[in-house]
């Protein structure tokens, strides 16, 4: 999470999309209430996630070079990065894509093209699911 100039936390989410302008209405149907980075690509969402621990990545699943379940997959590999919830994002109604991402453990998907709103509320409920999982495990 990081700290806003009012000492109010956002939460940060990382947007991985390979068309522009996706990660263009993503940064901005989110910014006000969260901290958004975006990259265009797997390979960087990995060197991204080598630094830094988002709170919730929104993935793509057709991406050139390494796809959406590919990166999920090394995600899901990663040493404190496997926990991070991943909500796949994507174009085509494509079920095996589906099945084999809910398989590595993704909260939700979302079908594009989506809006704003749905956007939002989506996210909103994978945060109130992930609070509720630490407040049962304290």
């Not at 990382?14 to 522009?20: E, H, I, N, Y």
């Not at 990545?57 to 990065?81: S, Y």
């Not at 979302?110 to 630490?134: A, W």
């Amino acid at each position: 999470m990081n700290q806003t100039g009012g000492g109010d936390f956002k939460k940060c989410i990382l947007v991985v999309d390979d068309t522009a302008i996706i990660l263009t209405r993503i940064s901005s149907a989110l910014r006000d209430e969260y901290k958004v980075v975006t990259v265009n690509s797997g390979v960087r969402a990995l060197k991204y996630l080598g630094q830094e621990k988002p709170d919730l990545i929104l993935l793509d699943i057709q991406m050139p070079q390494k796809d959406g379940i590919e990166t999920l997959r090394e995600i899901r590999a990663m040493k404190d990065r496997e926990d991070i919830p991943v909500i796949m994002l994507t174009g085509v109604e494509d079920k095996s894509a589906v099945l084999e991402s809910a398989k590595l453990g993704i909260c939700d998907y979302i079908l594009k093209p989506f809006g704003s709103e749905e956007l939002l509320k989506r996210i909103h409920r994978v945060f109130e699911q992930e609070e509720q999982k630490h407040t049962a495990l304290r």
